[in-house]
Each structure stands twice: as C-alpha cells, then as structure tokens.
C-alpha cells in the first residue's frame, strides 16, 4: 500500500511552480498559492516561505502584475524567509523586489532594499548580498546619469561574487558591464564580456538573461557593419524568449530586428517586427512608454522609407509627444545630483562597516 506524505507533494508542488516560472508565470503562481496554503495549514513554514518567494518569482517574470500585488507578495516573501532562517532566500527575495521596483521606475524603493541588502553584505560578510546590492547600486548610477560610478560599483559587484558559486548573477553582471562598454563605443569590450557571459552558460540548463546576450551581439555587429550578422543575432535572442513572458526582451529584440531591417531596406519586414514590439510594450501595464517611443520612431521611418507621408507624421506625432512626456517626468539635474550625492554618501558609510 502506497504511503501518501503531504510534506512531499508540497515540495513537488513548489518544484513545479519553479519549473514554471519564466514559460508560465500565471500557473506558478497558482501552484505556488496552493503550496503556500497547504504549508501554512500544517505548520511548515519554511516551505510556506519557499511558496511566497516563488511567487515573487514569477511576478517579476510577468510584468503585467498589478504595483498592490507585487509589495504584498514582497513583504510576505521578505517577512517569511527571515523568520524561516532562509538567509538565501531573504536575499533573493529582497533583490527580487529591488529588480521589479527598479524596472517599473520605483527608484526610491529599489535603492531603499537594495542599500539593505548591501548593508547585510558587509555586516554579515553574505557575498551575494554584497553583489546584489552593488549591482543594485551600479544600475541606479546609471539611472541618475553618473556611468563613472556606475562602473565603478559593478566592479566591486564583479569581486564580490568571485565567492558565489550561481551563475545567472554572473552572467547578469557582465550583460551589464557589456551594456556599459557599447554605450562607450567600446565594442571590443563589449564582446569580451559577452564571450564571459556566453561560456557560463554551459554550465546551466537556463538562464533567464542569455537573450540579452545575443540582443547586445545584434547591435555591436550592426555598429561594425554586420547587418545579416546582427540580424541572425536578434533572430536568436526572439528565438529564446519565444517561450518566456518577458516582454522586455521581446519588445526590444522586435525593435533591432526592425532596426536592421531598415537598414537592410527591408521596410515591410521592419514594420512588422515595429508593430509586434509596438503592440507587445503598449499592452504592458507597467509602462513600456520607452519602447512604445522606439517603435512609434521606426513606424515612421518605415512609412518614410514607403513614401506614406501621412502615416508617417502620425507616427513622428505620436513618438515626440512621447518624448515630451518622457522628458518631464525625468528628475531635473538638481535632484539627480541630490539623489547620485545621498546615495553615494550612504554607501560609503556602510562601506566604512569593514574599513
């Protein structure tokens, strides 16, 4: 007579959620809630933990959740792990909530978690914890405009996780110091951090950032010249998140491949792949509005290059008033300034924590 153990079929239950995450969010949260209730129900609570984290997981894997539901599931995940003893999981729970607030332009409160991971990094000598906050730190830099600091923070992120044994932070990490070497027309550089990034992917079955690798690869060699290059290299990174909800990436790749397209003079390929990363931005909630000017941009320049003048102008239209909006929601130089400055001085007072 077979012997029926609940505690295993909540761990099963939570494993395929896990498995869920980035190809089927909407269902990991449903199996992740139905774990969460039946471990709370008997009392344990370290899976219950494991439930919420899970969720917050594949929250941040659909952009399409609702601000309320996101910081009730964060301050669950946080609040649950700690009590758990979960040292591992409260840090990813805490980064977790620091990307999502990030991508959707909390700053404030991503800089808030990200600066309290930092400070756990350095009290409790956690090198994860030291390496998120530090990648946390490099990419707000780059948001209030100061690339030098953002370097120089995604360098001491880089030190950090030499005592990490996960790879997806690694190859997140250096996407990001890619990033900073294209935006420096450094394309060398840019590559060699790719090929890192690239070759650590053998060691894993998934990454959730390897698209983004072959996305950056498409526009260094469409700067070199490379136009059929870069495009087989967008088309691999669409290939990748054919299956993901990561709208993000779908969205941006859509714009190289139409970007390229041009180019290429291919303008009715161009608008496709313009009206698909149009269409896939414009129906995220959480306010794709950068990309939805891309692609009103190269709308218009397909419609130019087709010689409908008419459509054309409605798509200019539409991305300068965007641009507008954009720009006057942006922080004006003084707060940036205030905001690089506060941020800067609190990090050098954790810093002095192991001076």
């Not at 840090?91 to 409160?109: F, H, L």
Request: proline fraction near 3%; aromatic fraction near 10%; charged fraction near 20%.
């Amino acid at each position: 007579m077979g012997h029926y153990n609940v505690r295993n079929q909540v761990i099963e239950l939570l494993d395929i959620a896990q498995t869920l995450v980035h190809s089927s969010p909407a269902q990991a949260v449903e199996l992740a809630n139905q774990a969460a209730d039946r471990a709370q129900a008997l009392g344990y609570g370290e899976l219950e933990a494991q439930a919420w984290l899970t969720r917050l997981q594949a929250y941040r894997a659909q952009p399409r959740t609702t601000l309320d539901q996101i910081e009730v599931t964060a301050l669950q995940a946080i609040d649950l792990t700690r009590a758990a003893g979960q040292t591992a999981g409260w840090v990813e729970a805490m980064n977790c909530y620091s990307d999502i607030m990030y991508g959707i332009g909390q700053y404030d409160v991503a800089m808030s978690y990200w600066l309290q991971l930092l400070e756990a990094g350095i009290d409790q000598d956690l090198p994860l914890a030291r390496a998120y906050g530090y990648i946390g730190v490099g990419k707000l830099f780059w948001t209030f405009e100061d690339p030098s600091s953002s370097l120089q923070y995604t360098d001491k992120a880089s030190e950090a996780l030499q005592a990490v044994a996960l790879i997806n932070p690694k190859v997140c990490l250096l996407i990001n110091q890619a990033s900073y070497c294209y935006q420096h027309r450094d394309y060398p550089g840019a590559h060699g951090y790719l090929d890192q990034a690239e070759a650590l992917l053998q060691d894993v079955a998934f990454c959730e950032y390897e698209p983004e690798i072959y996305y950056y690869r498409g526009y260094l060699l469409r700067a070199a010249g490379d136009l059929r290059g870069a495009q087989e290299q967008f088309k691999r990174a669409l290939l990748l998140n054919a299956h993901s909800s990561n709208f993000w990436g779908k969205s941006v790749t859509m714009i190289g491949l139409g970007e390229v397209s041009l180019d290429l003079h291919e303008p009715h390929k161009a608008m496709y792949f313009m009206q698909q990363a149009l269409e896939i931005a414009s129906a995220t909630p959480n306010s794709y509005r950068y990309i939805v000017m891309q692609a009103h941009h190269g709308l218009a320049r397909c419609y130019q290059a087709l010689g409908q003048t008419e459509r054309e102008f409605r798509h200019w239209t539409l991305h300068f008033d965007l641009a507008d909006e954009l720009l006057n929601q942006v922080m004006n130089k003084r707060l940036a300034a205030f905001k690089r400055n506060s941020l800067q001085l609190r990090v050098h007072e954790l810093e002095q924590l192991v001076a």
